[in-house]
């Protein structure tokens, strides 16, 4: 009996044993707060836990250098190297900072973590992948930045950079609404793998002349409006928004061939562009050329709505420099308001289903009219200088 009573609690002290074990391992896990108010927990592998730079451990590492003395304003690699994320305005507003250098651990910084750094001339990124939204705003004096794995540019990131001059963003894939506005001193962009142009994104970016989006399919709202840029390429856009390309009035090239949908007043008062060909666009906006005072051809070959006033004040439009084939839903009593001239073309309830051309080269079509005219003036004094001969050898024969 007491063998069967020993086996017994043996059994409900093992079974005990096995219910209390999670239960004493799991408590053991809970997160406790350190002396720098960090999250940490009570394991031997604490690598994985996110360890913030918070505003005030950033205020105390400034101070700390500062009392030490001889410090040149440069933070480096060891000063960062315990922590894995820069908190929000970090070290917003600070006149003391040079340059920042951070380690590969750090992998986000937070929204303003570096704005208003009037001193501020470089920063390098190597690990950072996400930034909060004006995290670079206002940083007159940046000239150079590394940011080679980033995959997102959030809003008024660079917003008031006016001192850089080059940036490179090999692995971002989008950018947001502001994100280089006034940053009127850049004049070259590497955004190779971007597919979204948020809206208002460049503009005044006043030093960039060429724009080259390989992977763009979407460029937001008013995106370049009122840059000095004189060539875009993005081949890949479908969608282009309200002016996004309005004002500008240097561009004189620009390639779209994939582009579909083009909102209202998209490349109004490009008054440089001569020739556009948007051979898939399906829908053209409300005043979309407006104002293009020197474009003389517009192909558009597969449009099916046209909005009101497309053309306004688009007034040397050679005849029949509106290519269409197969449009329908076209108000053209609204859509031709360019002018009264007798010499332009009237797309009064017509349709022209004319074959592509090449672009013009500066005053192209013109030539093509007057060599029209000439060669048929030719045709007919040849066709006259042969019926003259023939006529005087018939009365010579007689």
Known sequence: MTKKISLLSITLGFVSLLILLPIILIDNMKPSLNQNNLLSINSKDISKIEKILTKDLATALINNKLEVGGWNGHLIEDDFETYTSIAESAFEGNQNIRSITLPLSVTSIGIKSFSNLTLLENIALPGVTSIGSSAFTNLPKLTTIELPVLRSISENAFFGATSLKSIDLPSATNVAAGAFTEASSLTSINLPLVTTIGPSAFVGVSSLTSIDLPSAKTIGPGAFQGINV?????????????????????????????????????????????????????????????????????????????????????????????????????????????????????????????????????????????????????????????????????????
């Open 230 to 398: 004189t060539s875009i390429t993005a081949e890949q856009v479908t969608e282009i928004g309200a002016g996004a390309f309005s004002d500008l009035s240097k561009l004189t090239n620009i390639e779209l061939p994939n582009a579909i949908n083009i909102e209202q007043n998209a490349f109004a008062n490009a008054i440089s562009l001569k020739f556009i060909e948007l051979p898939k666009a399906e829908t053209i906006g409300d005043a979309v050329f407006n104002g293009c005072t020197n474009l003389k051809v517009i192909e558009l070959l597969v449009a099916q709505t046209v909005g009101i006033n497309a053309f306004n004040g688009a007034s040397n439009i050679v005849k029949n420099g509106i290519r269409l084939t197969e449009s329908i839903d076209i108000n053209f009593d609204k859509a031709n308001q360019w002018g009264t001239s007798s010499d332009k073309l009237d797309l009064s309830g017509t349709i022209y289903p004319i074959p592509p051309i090449s672009p013009p080269n500066d005053d192209g079509i013109d030539w093509i009219l007057w060599g029209s005219v000439i060669g048929g003036v030719s045709l007919l004094l040849i066709i006259g200088i042969i019926t003259g001969i023939l006529i005087y050898r018939k009365k010579a024969s007689e």
